[in-house]
C-alpha cells in the first residue's frame, strides 16, 4: 500500500491485516495513523519518499521489488506518476484512489460512474487523465475509486459553509448562527474515511468484478449547505440562526481562502450514486452522512476546543 497511513490507510491497513493479507506500507515515515491498533505491528513498514524516488528513477523499481500481488496507490496525483509505478510492475492489481472531482459539475443527480467528464482544476483535471491512463494500458489490471469529502476523526470534515474555515464550527456552536451563500440549497458530499477503505478492499477481493471498473466513494445521501447547518446548530443545542448572502456579498464577507474552497465545492453540485459498488461488489457504506460529518465534527472539537 502506497501512503498507507494518512485518512484512508488509518482505516484499511489494520483491515487488511485482519483480512489474512500480508501488508506492506510505503510511506515517509513522517506520519502516524489517526487511530492505534495492534494490527499495525504485523505491518511491514517501508520508507520512501516518492517524489525524490520518482525523481532519480527508482520509485517503481522499489515497489516491484516487494513483488506484490496487488498495489494499492493511495498518493498517486499525476499520469507520470501513474506511468512510472506501472512500467515497473506486471500484471499486479493495482487500485488507485481517484476523485470525485474528476467529474467536474454534476449534471444529472445522483452522479454515476458512466456520466461524461468534463473536469476543472489541476487536481480533477489531472485525476481523470491518470483514470484514463489506467484504463487504456494493459501491464497491470486496474480499478479505481473515486472518494469524496473524505472525513473521520482527526482531521476537519468539510464545514456547512463548504470550506475549511474553523470560526464557522466554533459559531454553531456558540449560538448556531452561520452565513450560507445563496439559499444554501447546493450539495456536499462526505464520506467517511472508513467506508473509502472498505470500498479499497472490495475492489482488492473481488477482481474479476472491480478489474477495469471505476466507484464512486460517498455516503449514500448528501447534505445540502442548509441542512448541514441546521444539523450542526442542533447538535450543539441551539436553533438554527442562519443568513444567506448572494454569492457576491457572501463572497466580500468571508476569508477570500475560504470563499475560494465553498466555490470549489458548492461549484461543482456533488451528489453521486453508490449504486454500482452495491450491485458489482456488494459494498454499502457503514456510515451514515450525519454520523460521519457529527462524529468528525465532535472528534475535532475535542482535539482543538476543550
Same mark, same amino acid.
Given at each position: 500500500?502506497? +501512503?498507507?497511513?494518512?485518512?484512508?490507510?488509518?482505516?484499511?491497513?489494520?483491515?487488511?491485516? =485482519?483480512?489474512?493479507?500480508? #501488508?506492506?506500507?510505503?510511506?515517509?515515515?513522517?506520519?502516524?495513523?489517526?487511530?492505534?491498533?495492534? &494490527?499495525?505491528? =504485523?505491518?511491514?513498514?517501508?520508507?520512501?519518499?516518492?517524489?525524490?524516488?520518482?525523481?532519480?528513477?527508482?520509485?517503481?523499481?522499489?515497489?516491484?521489488?516487494?513483488?506484490?500481488?496487488?498495489?494499492?496507490?493511495?498518493?498517486?496525483?499525476?499520469? @507520470?506518476?501513474?506511468?512510472?509505478?506501472? @512500467?515497473?510492475?506486471?500484471?499486479?492489481?493495482?487500485?488507485?484512489?481517484? #476523485?470525485?472531482?474528476?467529474?467536474?459539475?454534476?449534471?444529472?443527480?445522483?452522479?454515476?460512474?458512466?456520466?461524461?467528464?468534463?473536469?476543472?482544476?489541476?487536481?480533477?483535471?489531472?485525476?481523470?487523465?491518470?483514470?484514463?491512463?489506467?484504463?487504456?494500458?494493459?501491464?497491470? &489490471?486496474?480499478?479505481?475509486?473515486?472518494?469524496?469529502?473524505?472525513?473521520?476523526? +482527526?482531521?476537519?470534515?468539510?464545514?456547512?459553509?463548504?470550506?475549511?474555515?474553523?470560526?464557522?464550527?466554533?459559531?454553531?456552536?456558540?449560538?448556531?448562527?452561520?452565513?450560507?451563500?445563496? &439559499?444554501?440549497?447546493?450539495?456536499?458530499?462526505? /464520506?467517511?474515511?472508513?467506508?473509502?477503505?472498505?470500498?479499497?478492499?472490495?475492489?482488492?477481493?473481488?477482481?474479476?468484478?472491480?478489474?477495469?471498473?471505476?466507484?464512486?466513494?460517498?455516503?449514500?445521501?448528501?447534505?445540502?449547505?442548509?441542512?448541514?447547518?441546521? !444539523?450542526?446548530?442542533?447538535?450543539? +443545542?441551539?436553533?438554527?440562526?442562519?443568513?444567506?448572502?448572494?454569492?457576491?456579498?457572501?463572497?466580500?464577507? /468571508? @476569508?477570500?481562502?475560504?470563499?475560494?474552497?465553498?466555490?470549489?465545492?458548492?461549484?461543482?453540485?456533488?451528489?453521486?450514486?453508490?449504486?454500482?459498488?452495491?450491485?458489482? !461488489?456488494?459494498?454499502?457504506?457503514?456510515?451514515?452522512?450525519?454520523?460521519?460529518?457529527?462524529?468528525?465534527?465532535?472528534?475535532?472539537?475535542?482535539?482543538? &476546543?476543550?
Amino acid at each position: 500500500m502506497i +501512503g498507507g497511513t494518512g485518512h484512508i490507510g488509518t482505516y484499511l491497513t489494520p483491515s487488511l491485516v =485482519e483480512a489474512g493479507h500480508e #501488508t506492506v506500507v510505503i510511506s515517509r515515515g513522517t506520519q502516524k495513523a489517526y487511530r492505534d491498533d495492534d &494490527r499495525w505491528h =504485523e505491518v511491514e513498514m517501508v520508507v520512501c519518499d516518492r517524489e525524490a524516488a520518482e525523481r532519480d528513477g527508482t520509485f517503481g523499481p522499489t515497489i516491484a521489488e516487494l513483488e506484490p500481488d496487488a498495489v494499492m496507490d493511495l498518493t498517486c496525483f499525476t499520469p @507520470d506518476q501513474a506511468r512510472h509505478l506501472v @512500467d515497473a510492475l506486471d500484471g499486479q492489481h493495482l487500485v488507485h484512489t481517484g #476523485t470525485v472531482w474528476s467529474y467536474g459539475a454534476s449534471t444529472l443527480v445522483p452522479t454515476k460512474e458512466d456520466a461524461p467528464k468534463h473536469p476543472y482544476g489541476e487536481y480533477g483535471v489531472n485525476k481523470l487523465a491518470v483514470e484514463q491512463y489506467l484504463m487504456s494500458q494493459d501491464r497491470v &489490471r486496474a480499478s479505481i475509486v473515486h472518494p469524496g469529502h473524505i472525513s473521520g476523526p +482527526g482531521w476537519m470534515a468539510i464545514n456547512p459553509q463548504g470550506n475549511l474555515d474553523p470560526g464557522v464550527i466554533d459559531r454553531l456552536r456558540e449560538d448556531g448562527s452561520c452565513l450560507l451563500p445563496d &439559499r444554501g440549497g447546493e450539495t456536499i458530499h462526505h /464520506v467517511h474515511a472508513e467506508d473509502v477503505a472498505g470500498l479499497h478492499q472490495a475492489c482488492l477481493e473481488h477482481p474479476d468484478q472491480a478489474v477495469g471498473e471505476s466507484f464512486n466513494s460517498v455516503c449514500t445521501e448528501a447534505l445540502t449547505l442548509r441542512g448541514y447547518a441546521e !444539523l450542526v446548530a442542533r447538535h450543539f +443545542g441551539h436553533e438554527p440562526k442562519l443568513e444567506f448572502a448572494p454569492w457576491a456579498e457572501f463572497e466580500k464577507r /468571508v @476569508d477570500p481562502e475560504a470563499a475560494q474552497a465553498t466555490m470549489e465545492h458548492i461549484g461543482r453540485a456533488p451528489m453521486f450514486s453508490m449504486a454500482k459498488a452495491k450491485d458489482l !461488489l456488494g459494498f454499502e457504506p457503514k456510515h451514515s452522512v450525519i454520523d460521519t460529518v457529527l462524529e468528525s465534527l465532535d472528534a475535532w472539537v475535542a482535539a482543538s &476546543r476543550t
